[in-house]
């Protein structure tokens, strides 16, 4: 169920593209933590034929979470809704359709690292609330591969932490 809350969420970036309101975004960047998310995400931008490519900062290391995993979900997903009848049109998601990296991850889930600490404190610098375990570390990712240069065309970051 989860995953389809994020298929919804895809299909909301790529009718904010369609209406100008937004650039199509290279990446989009958020945390995974059971992999729902970013098989949603990659799930919903692939059936509206956007470009965008997920990017998954693994923040749970109890179970194997690799974009293998994530890209099965999606598949296993969409197959149930075609199951039910849901008519998806023609696409189909892969491993190469997305990223799952843990280089932001730290000693195990649920602990800090200080890259996640300073992104966290930033963004509540800017109002922007996040926590340590999961949003601030994608924050931080996001930070670390644009001063590398890495990413491709503009990043959305997906905030998943709800409001206070």
Excluded: C
């Excluded at 995400?41 to 693994?58: C, D, E, K, P, Q």
């Excluded at 179970?63 to 009848?85: C, I, K, N, W, Y």
């Excluded at 990296?101 to 509540?124: H, I, N, S």
């Amino acid at each position: 169920v989860g995953t389809l809350g994020y298929v919804e969420a895809a299909l909301e970036i790529a009718q904010q593209v369609a209406d100008g309101v937004l650039p199509e975004p290279g990446v989009v960047v958020t945390a995974v933590g059971s992999g729902g998310t970013a098989a949603g995400l990659a799930m919903g931008l692939r059936m509206m034929g956007l470009r965008t490519r997920v990017m998954g900062v693994v923040v749970n290391d109890s179970f194997r979470l690799d974009r293998v995993v994530v890209a099965d979900l999606a598949r296993r997903t969409a197959e149930l809704l075609r199951s039910r009848g849901v008519d998806l049109g023609a696409f189909d998601i892969g491993p190469n359709d997305l990223d799952a990296d843990d280089r932001w991850l730290g000693d195990t889930y649920g602990a800090t690292t200080p890259e996640g600490l300073e992104a966290q404190q930033l963004a509540e610098q800017a109002g922007l609330h996040l926590e340590p375990v999961y949003t601030a570390k994608a924050l931080a990712a996001v930070r670390d591969l644009d001063e590398r240069g890495v990413l491709d065309g503009p990043a959305l970051f997906l905030q998943t932490h709800g409001s206070r």
